[in-house]
């Protein structure tokens, strides 16, 4: 065992009792690892992987759950490596023999297929994605004439969205609609009939989707034969990021392991930031009550990542929270550096301030690749987007679609660029088909009129109205001849656009009330340019180069700075972070306050934002906040407060900044002549 003890000597007390727990016995207790930001999760589950292996354990009867294959890959690759130190075996032994380490749905699908005869599938079933899942929905749906009615019925999209919630969250359809998509309330008989044949439908055609994954195999460990089967094939299930597990994967792992025999789990309830994908923080909450007293808890609570005053900050945070594991993550890094609050005007000095400190902290030594700015949703960096481009600050942004290639976006641009000129055919066609009724046909022949009259405004104006556009039609024709004649004036125009836009984008995306947080948005850039004509100009010229989550990078070499969703931030780590709108309307949103365990999430949704620093943690508190929760007519402009997240007690933990800094009054500064030159005298002496 020296050899053993050399490979755990770079352990902390701590992680060492994680990976040493019951091994070497035949069987042990349940174990939960309560693992903090930055403390070295990863590397203390591949450890107890590997000691499990180097102390007699089959690698062919260890599975080990994560939530991406990339995961799970990496962490063979580690076991690997650590093993081989002690064992002495050739590069891939491990690797090859931890056959047994996946994601849930892969671990899934590879169980339904060896026992599909026992539960009455067909061996050679296909799986859907999520795309040929949706569209399997639609054709269900038409075929049940729900497109055809009346009203809108909720496009495939949200119908599988709320079939997916009920499946994983083991929910009621009454209840998740009602909570979640309320919007489709009056649709509820409808959706259960719709269901229920997307159901038949799959099962016909021997096709699974990826929640029949999880559901089957939940519904074979419920034949306590097929269970025994089953769970008898693994000696140890190991179980990463539990905190991001739904109610479905969690009845799978209880029904395998009833009793916690071998079982561990690893993850931070005050991680827990994924409701929206039915993600239950509840799980790894209750687990000690589940196996109680058998389950053993060991937290991990010294990071490696940040400084003391920024551990302290977000210690302060979530320490508010209701309900969680006791755990105050500490670091030997000090620091005299507390984390900044810094309180700007509004979002245009928000955006300004980010950019001068990258600036100067690339210039003081740190890469921009070390640097991040943080949002809570992916419309917040519109703004930002703009002001990187204009100072030739490259940048990747992670989380939602390019601010100006998303669709919508790309609707109120084009409907400026027709009624800057409105025989751009390219603009026209994507206007005119926004409408009901309107197809290329129609769009084609209207533009066709427009090119061969004299006047472009009058020959639109002739155009018989399609009779399914409706008001929309005539709406449209005011409008291009508001926004021809330039009366209104810049930037009114961008907001007149808007008003005749808003009720198509709520016909055309369920998501509506998100992607016009992007709009709104992109009016309050509008303001920032003197003319339709240059902001049209500028956008097209030189647009922000943002890339879509896990889109890459534009090359390994270059240097570029970090824009990413909170979401998407999560397990990442960085020299300095920005986190924009640190303010009650934001974090927490207006739509997370409904709730006590939708606020909750909020909250563990900033500690996650500030544990991604590592030296530098600027949190930023806009006085001027625009939001789009209010009503249709009122004013979006609101004065904001600072988050209720850090109440006032706790701002000695900061440095607080008022940005940008007021100058004192100089009265002889006053008097200093404004002429410097005689330019009049320069041109009247050139003749």
Known sequence: MSAAATYLDALNPEQRRAVEHGVGKPEAGPLLVIAGAGSGKTNTLAHRVAHL?????????????????????????RVERIASKVLGLSSGVITDTLSWAGTFHGIGARLLREHAHQIGLDPAFTIHDREDSADLMNLVRHELKFSDTDTRFPTKGTCLAIYSRVVNAQGDLDDVVNTVFPWCAMWKQQLRTLFGAYVEAKQKQNVLDYDDL?????????????????????????????????????????????????????????????????????????????????????????NYRSTQPVLAAANAVIEQASERFTKNL??????????????????????????????????????LKQQAVLFRTSSHSGPLEIELTRRNIPFVKFGGLKFLDAAHVKDLLAILRWAENLRDRVAGFRVLQLMPGVGPGMAGRTLDAIATGADAVWALQ??????????????????????????AGWPLEIGYARQWYEPLMERLHEDAATRLADIIQLEQIAGGYQSRDRFLTELTLDPPDATSDQAGVPMRDEDYLILSTIHSAKGQEWKSVHVLNVVDGCIPSDLGTGSTHELEEERRLLY?????????????????????????????????????????????LFEDILWPAVTPYNPAASLTPHAVIDLGAKVRGMW
């Open 53 to 77: 292996v180097v102390n007699g354990a089959d690698p062919r009867r260890i599975l080990l759950l994560t939530f991406s294959r990339r995961a799970a890959a990496e962490m063979s690759r």
């Open 214 to 302: 999880l559901l089957y195999w939940a519904g074979m460990m419920a034949e306590p034969s097929i269970a025994a089967q089953v769970s008898g094939l693994f000696d140890h299930i190991l179980v990463d990021e539990y905190q991001d597990t739904n109610r479905l994967q969690a009845s799978v792992l209880l029904a395998m392991r009833p009793d916690g025999r071998n079982l561990t789990v690893v993850g931070d309830d005050a991680q827990s930031i994924y409701s929206f994908r039915a993600a239950n923080v509840r799980n790894i909450l209750d687990f000690p009550g589940a196996f109680s007293p058998a389950a053993d808890i060991v937290t991990l609570d010294r």
């Open 330 to 367: 500490w670091s030997d890094r000090m620091s005299e550096a507390k984390p900044y609050l810094v309180t700007v005007k509004d979002e245009a000095d928000q955006v300004r301030y980010v950019a001068k400190c990258v600036l100067e902290a690339r210039e003081t030594g740190t890469p």
């Open 462 to 487: 002739q155009v018989p109205p399609p009779l399914k556009a409706g008001q929309h039609w005539a709406d449209l024709v005011t409008l291009v001849e508001r926004l021809a004649s330039q009366q």
């Open 608 to 652: 996650v934002a500030m544990t991604r620093a590592k030296d530098e943690l600027h949190l930023m508190v806009p006085q001027r906040f625009y939001v789009t929760q209010q009503t249709r007519n009122g004013d979006r402009h609101l004065y904001a407060q600072r988050t209720r997240f850090i109440p006032r007690a706790m701002t000695t």
